[in-house]
């Protein structure tokens, strides 16, 4: 059976017996490479978005910027799709939410709560955004399931967690005062050495791709543009694939949402991709040449 593209919950709403809250500007625990000397580090960038298949003409609703500020910035912003319900483009707010933060990249250690601030579309988006001091000190900053993984020898090394107040209800940041601010986002530093590669992505990634695949995709594909391409590409094949026992249908069934009783007594799961908007960001780690 396929898991159905459904809208993703707005705020607010009824917090379930299962509501699971972050520590306010939460700071976890992160690995870091052996120190050594080293000099300026900086990205290598590639990017890819494919919209939802029913949203392709306008976009979709996601939406990133990459800045060559300091050591690199990449950034990824995902509408919640359910302000649709209510006549409200989802786009609009996280497009001008991105517009914001590239405008005020400068503004490193609050970003995050100013470009909010300066955002007056109505809706709500969750955001990941991370920035690469050159001495190669990673900072990332995650408000609902955006993510990022950190691979490093043909392993992953770190990854960002999901922020849900419960299944497909992720936090946002709002229009609304109900919603998440910077200060509910989880706050990470990693230290990155050079040959690194960054891999971020909207749930559209994350839904449809196993860390294993992500890991396969990059050691066989050694430049940024094409191997954010063919992640992209992978998540969006195995989003119509409805015999895909995805990311997403496992932590649906985990979460109790499964075929009826009487398909699981034929030995049925609820199995499949999830439709939606895809983005890809992947950033190798390379050291800057110094004039």
């Not at 080293?38 to 003409?57: M, N």
């Not at 990059?218 to 995805?246: G, M, P, R, W, Y």
Request: proline fraction near 6%.
């Amino acid at each position: 059976m396929a898991i159905l593209s459904l809208p993703r919950s707005l705020l607010p709403l009824p917090p379930p017996p299962r509501l699971r809250r972050s520590p306010a500007r939460r700071r976890r625990s992160c690995p870091s490479a052996t120190p050594q000397i080293r000099s300026e580090l900086s990205f290598s960038v590639g990017t890819h978005l494919i919209p939802h298949p029913k949203k392709a003409e306008t976009g979709g609703e996601d939406a990133f910027f990459v800045s060559s500020f300091n050591g690199g910035v990449l950034a990824i912003a995902d509408g919640v799709s359910g302000w649709a319900e209510q006549n409200v483009n989802p786009a609009l707010f996280p497009r001008e939410l991105m517009a914001n933060a590239s405008d005020l990249v400068m503004d490193e250690e609050i970003l995050l709560k100013k470009a909010h601030a300066a955002t007056s579309s109505i809706g709500s988006a969750t955001v990941i955004i991370a920035m690469l001091e050159k001495s190669g000190t990673l900072k990332i900053a995650n408000v609902g399931d955006c993510g990022l993984r950190i691979l490093r020898k043909g392993q992953v090394v770190f990854s960002t967690a999901p922020q849900e107040h419960f299944f497909d209800c992720p936090y946002q940041l709002s229009s609304e005062l109900i919603g998440q601010t910077y200060r509910d986002a989880t706050l990470c530093s990693v230290e990155l050495t050079e040959g690194d590669t960054i891999v971020m992505g909207s749930d559209g990634l994350f839904d449809n791709v196993f860390d294993h695949e992500i890991v396969s995709v990059i050691s066989k594909i050694q430049n940024a543009v094409e191997a954010a391409k063919a992640l992209a590409e992978l998540a969006s094949n195995h989003s119509v694939d409805t015999t895909f026992d995805s990311p997403y249908a496992l932590e649906a069934r985990n979460m109790g949402f499964d075929v009826p009783w009487w398909q699981r007594i034929l030995g049925k799961k609820l199995t499949g991709g999830k439709l939606d908007d895809i983005t890809v960001i992947v950033g190798q780690v390379i050291r800057a040449s110094i004039d």
